[in-house]
């Protein structure tokens, strides 16, 4: 693993520290909770205004699609300078693709990959201007972690596809003006053989979208439904039923455009501060040993998640295809976020309850917010059991359960 950073590589994270802080600060105020995620912005009208001021800023410098050629409006810039971005933003908890995050990080690259030029030319640069926002439509009642068993139906009809069905945790849905939608057109086919990937205007009749509001208060997903819903045909990316394959591909976009991506740092590093300005079993609970053991080990555990990141940009850099890093890292850092927070809780005792705007509520209801939120980040984006099975089969070797 090479530690080294050119001149150039330097030079480039001074001044996209100095623009991401400035920036920031305008934009976001300067004692603000984690934002890196835009789906969790989704429910709020003033947080969701200054997430669009972020994406647009972003994209004016240059910085919103460093992954995407030039060709298509990107930085076309290289794994390091990607790698420098997402710590520089992850470090001051930062939404890292503005307000597009579906679109910049995979639904584009996917369009790049597999779809026409003139499904290129007509939605790729309006995810960069964030004219049009994106959501992803997987989920439903019943196919999540199975996702293969997925029923929303789709049916020909001259040139249009007629979509019926639901879909659920649809992050975003609320905002999004348009959606990849895996559908099932051929009932009779093997599971993974009958699904389709359609391009569908989340504007369209028959499109009801339903707010879910989590137990943090927010609402960051959406139940949705459709009802007849007509898409044409040339919305169609990749083949008819193969949009099984379709999807791999947007997931190996995910992974070759990131690795781990949680702000779990920032976490810990506020956690510190906070075992500052509170007292643990009658002393200042940064001078007690058991708090100061915790707090080495979680920074311990978040150095090696990011040496387990340069590991994997190593083997990138050396041409070699990412492996089930991607899993690795989801798993490590949603998991030590849970326990980082649950430790707040610990330290915080009966203050932890106390939520944001409540009388006494420590660092503003933060560590309550964060409590509540962690738990939804070890289901998002394949469950954490399902990246076990997914080490214990693919890496580890274990026969299947
Ligand atoms: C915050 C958030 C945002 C999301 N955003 C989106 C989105 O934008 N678009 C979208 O399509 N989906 C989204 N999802 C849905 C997410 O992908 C699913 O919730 C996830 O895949 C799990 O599916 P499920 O909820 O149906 O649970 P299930 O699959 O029913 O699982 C229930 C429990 O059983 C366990 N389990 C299931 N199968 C196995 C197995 N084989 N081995 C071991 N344990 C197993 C699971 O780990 C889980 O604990 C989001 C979810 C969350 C929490």
């Known amino acids: 693993m090479d530690f080294s950073y050119t001149p150039e590589q330097d030079a480039f994270r001074a001044r996209l520290r100095e623009w991401l802080e400035r920036n920031a600060t305008e934009v976001f105020g300067s004692n603000r909770e984690a934002l890196s995620s ?3 912005l989704a429910g709020d009208d003033d947080r969701w205004r200054r997430v669009m001021e972020w994406h647009r800023r972003l994209y004016k410098a240059g910085y919103l699609a460093l992954h995407w050629p030039k060709e298509w409006g990107g930085a076309g810039a290289g794994l390091v300078e990607q790698s ?18 579906l679109a910049i990080d995979r639904i584009g690259p996917t369009l790049m990959f597999v779809g026409n030029d003139e499904q290129r030319r007509r939605y790729l640069p309006k995810m960069l201007t964030g004219e049009e926002i994106w959501c992803q439509g997987y989920s439903e009642p019943n196919a999540g972690s199975d996702l293969a068993s997925l029923q929303t139906r789709a049916v020909i009809d001259g040139d249009d596809f007629i979509i019926n069905g639901q ?12 959606q990849v939608l895996l559908v099932r057109i051929d009932p009779n086919a ?16 028959g499109i009801t ?9 927010e609402a960051g997903f959406n139940e949705v439904f459709y009802d007849n819903v007509r898409v044409p045909r040339k919305n169609l990316v990749g083949e008819l039923n ?26 810990i590093n506020e956690l510190i501060e906070l075992a500052t300005k509170v007292n643990f079993d009658g002393v200042p609970a940064s001078q007690h040993p058991y708090v100061r053991q915790k707090l080495a080990q979680f920074a311990i ?14 083997a990138q850099l050396k041409g070699k295809m990412p492996g089930a890093e991607g899993s690795f890292g989801k798993l490590f850092a949603t998991d030590l976020n849970l326990r980082v927070a649950m430790f707040a809780d610990e330290l915080l005792g009966a203050y932890a309850s106390l939520a944001r705007g409540s009388l006494g509520a420590v660092d503003d209801g933060r560590w ?13 984006a394949g469950s954490n059991e399902i990246q076990h099975n997914i080490i214990g089969e693919r890496v580890l070797k274990l026969p299947k359960g």
């Open 84 to 101: 420098i971005y997402q710590d520089e933003a992850l470090r001051l908890g930062l939404p890292l693709y503005g307000a597009n995050q």
């Open 209 to 217: 979208v339903r707010p879910l509001v989590q137990m943090t208060g």
């Open 38 to 40: 835009s789906a969790t």
């Open 368 to 380: 309550a917010h964060r409590m509540l939120g962690a738990r939804a980040l070890t289901i998002a």
């Open 301 to 314: 555990e978040s150095r090696c998640l990011r040496l387990s990141r340069y590991r994997s940009l190593t």
């Open 190 to 205: 093997p599971r993974h053989k009958g699904i389709s990937y359609l391009l569908v205007d989340m504007h369209s009749p």
């Open 242 to 267: 193969q949009g099984w394959k379709v999807s791999l591909a947007t997931l190996m976009y995910e992974r070759v455009s990131g690795g781990t991506r949680h702000p779990v740092e920032r976490a």
């Open 167 to 178: 879909k659920v945790w649809t992050s975003m849905a609320q905002r999004a003006d348009w």
